[in-house]
């Protein structure tokens, strides 16, 4: 009887893990598991990967496995793993791969009705994150154009730093300011600068640059008006000549006269806004200039990049409440931080604003640039040898080799050459 007793005994011990990874697997049969995608830093992978682990210990039975790495090669892997449908429940993606990839067929869910957006820009959502007049992405963080004012130089001619900067206040108090002190100058702006503020003065009269079909959309006459109006900044010591400031090109903050205090009002991104501030105190952020009956403000706001959804995913809803909580949790919002850049919600920049993430003038200058945001930039108005055309010409006018009407036809022909070899 005692052997028989032993063998039972040593029979359930030997059975004990059988028994016991059963019962482990049925208590873990209702675990999801969905998968998230994306590029970036250190910063953003820590940030993201804190993101993640809240959301599990907040829902013990989804298991977020994160798939990351750095910008190269992170195209070609994504549209291999779509071709495929082995691609992650949330992708993070570049907002001109939207509409390419979307219309490859079902693969991206909609978002509308899924995520509360009533937070979001409804004009940014429209312009960057539909395809097909359907909402398939969020935008990860929003970066925009805006003005810095030096309020002290502004009052020193007269001008009302509290008021929008027109087209021609920008000459009347450029050309009184120069008059008064030989070293100062109105309006900060180095060759790409220069570029970007030609191109949406001539946005304004014309309705914009390049059209999606790759056509040219502004006359000849439009651009001479737009190089007439840059003549007369450098004929009326508004900017400083382009021989002091190619120096410092695609470096505002780095310009001397800015530096110094001896320039009113400098644009700089919303990303750049701190660096760009540099050391300088009691400055504001204000409006870009628009004229009336503009076609397009011309004011360019981007997002960062976007989040969209597969449409293979098996999990949507538990896909849609991580989203969710990503952009309008207040406890996601402040651990995501700015790994993505300025928040694209109200809400998400009044809480970092709030944390001292990022500075309640950033939260500002977002706002005030959304609000005057024109036609999003398509990819020929945004391809590098495009840029690289136009900012031939416009150093070839800045440099005086150029009048603006040989820049306008230079600048057309050149252009439809270029276009036509992409």
């Not at 892997?77 to 079902?106: C, F, H, N, R, Y």
């Not at 000459?171 to 570029?195: A, V």
């Not at 604003?353 to 398509?378: C, F, H, K, R």
């Not at 150029?402 to 022909?413: G, R, V």
């Amino acid at each position: 009887m005692k052997k028989i007793l032993i063998i039972l005994s040593l029979i359930v011990f030997s059975l004990s893990p059988i028994l016991a990874n059963g019962t482990q697997e049925d208590s873990t049969s209702d675990q999801i598991k969905i998968r998230m995608s994306w590029w970036g830093g250190d910063a953003r992978h820590k940030a993201t990967l804190a993101a993640i682990s809240q959301y599990e210990q907040d829902n013990p039975n989804v298991k977020i496995d994160a798939e990351y790495s750095g910008w190269d090669g992170y195209y070609q892997k994504l549209v291999t793993q779509i071709a495929g449908g082995t691609e992650a429940d949330i992708m993070q993606i570049d907002q001109p791969w939207l509409v390419e990839l979307s219309s490859k067929g079902e693969v991206f869910l909609p978002i509308d009705g899924k995520i509360d957006t009533s937070d979001f820009e409804q004009k940014f959502l429209n312009d960057f994150c539909v395809s097909d007049g359907i909402l398939y992405g969020l935008p990860t963080g929003t970066n925009v154009a805006t003005f810095l004012l030096d309020p002290d130089i502004l009052e020193s001619v007269g001008y009302d730093a509290s008021k929008q900067l027109t087209w021609e206040d920008l000459i009347t108090y450029g050309k009184k300011l120069h008059e008064q002190d030989s070293s100062k100058y109105f309006l900060n702006l180095q060759p790409d600068t220069f570029r970007r503020t030609f191109i949406q003065y001539l946005a304004q009269i014309s309705g914009g640059f390049i059209d999606n079909n790759k056509q040219i959309v502004f006359s000849e006459s439009q651009a001479k008006e737009a190089f007439d109006y840059m003549q007369s900044l450098l004929d009326n010591n508004v900017v400083q000549p382009f021989s002091q400031t190619s120096l410092y090109n695609k470096k505002t903050e780095e310009v001397p006269a800015w530096i110094n205090k001896n320039v009113a009002v400098s644009p700089s991104w919303v990303s750049n806004l701190d660096m760009t501030i540099g050391q300088k105190t009691n400055i504001i952020v204000g409006l870009k200039p628009v004229m009336e009956g503009a076609k397009n403000t011309g004011v360019i706001a981007r997002p960062s990049q976007l989040f969209v959804v597969s449409a293979n995913s098996k999990h949507p809803e538990v896909v849609f409440d991580f989203l969710n909580k990503l952009f309008n949790d207040e406890k996601y919002i402040k651990i995501l931080g700015v790994a993505r850049g300025v928040p694209s919600t109200t809400n998400g920049r009044t809480i970092l604003s709030q944390t001292g993430a990022i500075s309640p003038m950033v939260a500002q200058a977002t706002d005030l640039g959304l609000s005057q945001a024109g036609d999003p930039e398509n990819s020929w108005c945004t391809n590098s040898e495009v840029i690289q055309t136009t900012q031939d010409v416009i150093d070839e006018f800045g440099f005086g080799q150029l009048n603006s009407t040989q820049a306008a036809q230079k600048l057309i022909q050149d252009l439809k050459n270029t276009l036509n070899s992409l």
